[in-house]
């Protein structure tokens, strides 16, 4: 099994920034793809930005000039930073990763961004 831990979310004003970190343990996997999805009250989980193991990264047309996924294959650590954060970014963001065919989630970190 693979367990993921996330840190980073909390309260910003508009135009503000955060940054969040995602940390994966296991006894023994390669991870092909990490990434970071959100859901908004009432809205799907979307995708906002992935990067796989030669670091191509993707990203929600959304986020794109505003946030930036990068990652620590060392650590097994993906981080997302976020600026120019906007009112509508508030949502719950969850941490992914992608081993062959099979997926994983962390428990989801709170975003909230004022006006």
């Known amino acids: 099994q693979v367990r993921l831990v996330e840190s980073g979310g909390g309260l910003v004003q508009a135009g503000g920034s955060l940054r969040l970190s995602c940390a994966a343990s296991?006894?023994?996997?390669?991870?092909?793809?990490m990434g970071w999805y959100r859901q908004a009250p009432g809205k799907q989980r979307e995708l906002v930005a992935t990067?796989?193991?030669?670091?191509?990264?993707n990203y929600a047309d959304f986020v794109k000039g505003r946030f930036t996924i990068s990652r620590d294959n060392a650590k097994n650590i993906v981080r997302l930073q976020m600026d120019s954060l906007a009112p509508e970014d508030t949502a719950v963001y969850y941490c992914?990763?992608?081993?062959?065919?099979?997926?994983?989630w962390g428990q989801g970190t709170q975003v909230t961004v004022s006006s």
């Open positions: 992914n990763v992608r081993i062959w065919y099979s997926d994983y």
């Open positions: 296991g006894n023994s996997f390669s991870i092909n793809t």
């Open positions: 990067i796989s193991s030669g670091s191509s990264t």
